[in-house]
């Protein structure tokens, strides 16, 4: 179809020409007796023009066929060059010397000056059909670049400003150019780089983006703070300009910096984080060499485990996931980047015991992630029976197998929404982290969970959510005005996870120190102007309510647990609940029963195990709610028996 559409096209085009030469030979032949006879028409003698409408016809055709010889309709006139025009001035000479040795044969007197002006006449006129066609193009596409010049603001008047703006310069990149310079410093104000005049610092930003028409800001100061970074930041997403940053100090020491190293700032650029201090060592010593197993590896949490786990040297990596898709591009990535590294990708789901002893007892794993689980909070307060069986009975799968297969380290994955649990998905977690503490204490295995709160970017979170509604042109929703969350990006927390597990000794609950809280509300805004628009003009936010299950505020710790130091600032202790085992593993098992049966009151249960979980709705102090709850179970048993 598209083959057919372009033949069409160039079939045109060459009708089109064969036409304008037609009329461009007709008029060069009259125009030549106009030149000829001082420019009057009327003193043309009547012969000659009765002479050139008798054999006009004939003079055409063969000069179109000597224009088709000499590839006159075959070339890409907006390629054309000096070779074009060569054969245009031959097939032209050609066309008349041929038309005055036959007129002359067959005694047809004319002035044999308009044999010349004829000839140079049709010359020009094929010569500007063909290069006026170039000549339009280069004319619009100059007026388009001149339009479509970028006006850069750099913000940096040191190495890495001039480094960037030195390459703007003599890359010859038209569609760039350095209009000012920015640069707290007042000892360096009214002075130049490269050409570019320093007009002041960050107090400047918005009335020069406004004044000089700025389009782009690339911030180069690298070694400056990330709270220092995110005032300035904060300054240049009112401005609606393009904001782009280098990557990091080490390309300065190195002296790499170029406008290929540049990227957009990114809403993680606004959390005014500094960067996390990882002892890459501590991390090399209990990895290195050991069998690891990563669930839950095709996803957010779990592909970047494998990412730093495999930069670590583990001697065997086994990356297990019930959905082959996401796990599949993990591991084209780690293949690439590892080709030597002995990995093995299962799928396999953490609900079934057998496949799952089956595993442990073929690769034996020295180390456990645990980062599968269902986390979506209202599509799993639609589907309780299924967050239980998934999170609570697969964990409790794993942790058993990982026990009689003695492995040396468990390191659960957990999150904030499990501290007083206002969902079912936060309430599983927290049933999690319960059987982790028990089973540490009779286990020579050491099981621990980590718990943080959301991570930028992951499956399910708000910022790809927010990237997609800003694209569709909105609106972004968000649940509530006031709703605030804990942040941190995914290799900052997969760093802290893996550190943890050094620190590990069993039993603990290790929190991530998530920074301060971030307003959604706020963050929505923030994404909206990054994208260089305005919100609630542009873009507009709408408040949608909280929706089944969620709160306005997560917490990261429960005041009962206390908390003590490790050796990393950002990696806390939280101490363990004390809880009747007993009662809590008979729970267990009527817990199993109810989600196998699809009894609908089961989150009551829960809420038994869990005093802080109070579901929506329910009074769990309600005894006769709870015994219609029970007999409802029983009476079911009673069916099946």
């Known amino acids: 179809m598209v083959k057919t559409v372009k033949d069409n096209s160039l079939l045109i085009k060459k009708i089109l020409l064969v036409i304008i030469d037609t009329v461009a030979i007709n008029a060069a032949t009259f125009l030549a007796l106009f030149f000829r006879y001082e420019l009057s028409f009327s003193k043309i003698e009547v012969q000659y023009i009765e002479y050139a409408q008798q054999y006009l016809w004939a003079d055409t055709i063969f000069t179109l066929i000597i224009f088709a010889i000499f590839g006159l309709y075959r070339g890409l006139w907006k390629y054309a060059s000096i070779k074009e025009l060569f054969n245009i001035i031959i097939a032209c000479a050609i066309s008349y010397g041929f038309k005055f040795l036959v007129t002359s044969l067959i005694g047809i007197s004319q002035p044999r000056s308009t044999v010349f002006f004829g000839g140079i006449l049709l010359i020009i006129m094929v010569f500007v059909t063909r290069f006026s066609y170039r000549f339009l193009r280069y004319v619009i596409n100059e007026s388009i670049r001149g339009k479509g010049i970028k006006r850069v603001m750099v913000i940096g008047a040191g190495d890495a400003g001039n480094m960037i703006i030195r390459e703007i310069k003599s890359s010859g990149n038209l569609k760039s150019k350095v209009v000012c310079v920015i640069d707290d410093n007042r000892n360096v104000h009214g002075l130049y780089i490269q050409g570019v005049k320093i007009i002041g610092g960050r107090d400047q930003i918005l009335a020069s983006a406004k004044k000089l028409k700025v389009d782009e800001i690339i911030i180069a100061i690298p070694s400056v703070s990330s709270q220092e970074r995110k005032k300035i930041l904060d300054i240049c997403k009112e401005t609606q300009c393009t904001l782009r940053t280098i990557p990091g100090m080490y390309q300065i020491i190195n002296n790499e910096v170029k406008l ?382």
Do not use: W
Request: hydrophobic share 40%.
């Open 260 to 641: 290929s190293d540049l990227r957009e700032v990114q809403i993680e650029d606004l959390l005014g984080r500094d960067a996390i201090d990882i002892n890459v060592q501590e991390i090399l010593d209990y990895v290195s060499g050991k069998v690891i197993l990563i669930t839950g590896a095709g996803g957010s949490i779990g592909s970047e485990l494998c990412r730093q786990i495999a930069s670590h040297n583990p001697a065997k990596l086994v990356m297990l996931d019930i959905y082959e898709n996401s796990i599949y591009d993990i591991q084209l990535e780690i293949t690439r980047k590892y080709p030597k590294m002995d990995i093995e990708v299962l799928i396999a789901s953490i609900r079934d015991e057998k496949r799952i002893k089956s595993i442990m007892s073929k690769y034996t794993p020295s180390i456990i992630f645990h980062a599968a689980a269902h986390k979506h909070v209202p599509l799993m307060e639609a589907s309780p029976n299924e967050a239980v069986k998934n999170n609570v009975f697969g964990t409790l799968t794993l942790v058993k197998a990982a026990d009689e297969s003695s492995v040396d380290k468990f390191i659960m994955i957990s999150t904030d929404k499990a501290v007083r649990p206002t969902n079912i998905m936060g309430a599983t977690k927290r049933i999690c982290e319960m059987i982790i503490q028990a089973y540490d204490k009779k286990s020579k295995t050491d099981f621990v969970a980590v718990r943080f709160g959301n991570v930028l970017g992951s499956n399910g979170s708000v910022i790809p959510i927010f990237k997609k509604q800003i694209e569709e042109g909105g609106p972004v929703t968000v649940t509530h005005k006031e709703i605030t969350r804990y942040f941190m990006t995914i290799p900052e927390a997969v760093s802290l996870v893996l550190q943890a597990g050094y620190y590990a000794k069993g039993g603990e609950i290790f929190i991530l120190d998530m920074g301060e809280p971030v307003k959604i509300y706020d963050l929505a805004k923030n994404m909206i102007k990054l994208s260089g628009r305005t919100p609630d003009v542009d873009i507009k936010i709408e408040v949608t309510g909280l929706r089944p299950g969620e709160k306005l505020y997560e917490e990261l710790l429960m005041d009962e647990e206390g908390i003590e130091k490790t050796q990393n600032d950002l990696i806390y202790i939280g101490h363990p609940i004390k809880f009747d085992e007993k009662i809590f593993f008979e729970n267990l098992k009527q817990l199993k029963k109810m989600t196998e049966d699809e009894v609908t009151c089961m989150k009551l249960l829960i809420a038994k195990m869990i005093p802080t979980y109070i579901p929506e709705g329910t009074d769990i102090t309600d005894d006769k709610e709870v015994k219609e709850c029970m007999t409802q179970l029983f009476a079911q048993d009673n069916q099946v028996k």
